[in-house]
């Protein structure tokens, strides 16, 4: 009884641990994001249109976020998932548009 015990506050607290985790990857990568994208502009492998447009999608990104935080306090993970996958997009779409061959 005792092992089972310990098991599952083990399980609880590294689940606790682990959220905050999980959550500021999201953040991170949106951060990323955001630096490739100035990057971009900085060297001139973004027009200014490119960037307009990649800037609008991070921000709305970066509402939504928040909006699925201010819910219920967290990501869960149907949230985590759907986040992932526009922040993959999202990431395809500025290399893309930096490997494009256009200047400004």
């Not at 991170?28 to 973004?46: A, D, M």
């Not at 249109?49 to 201010?70: K, N, P």
């Not at 819910?71 to 992932?84: K, P, Q, S, V």
């Amino acid at each position: 009884m005792k092992r089972n015990g310990l098991g599952m506050l083990a399980a609880v607290l590294g689940l606790t641990v682990a959220l905050p985790a999980v959550a500021a990857e999201a953040d991170r990568r949106q951060v990323n994001q955001q630096q490739r994208i100035k990057q971009g502009v900085k060297s001139g492998e973004l027009t200014g249109r490119e960037a307009v447009r990649l800037e609008r999608q991070h921000r709305s990104l970066q509402r939504e976020i928040r909006q699925d935080r201010r819910d219920d306090g967290h990501l869960d993970a149907a949230e985590r998932a759907r986040i992932d996958a526009k922040q993959d997009a999202l990431s395809r779409r500025i290399a893309r548009q930096k490997h494009d061959g256009q200047s400004r």
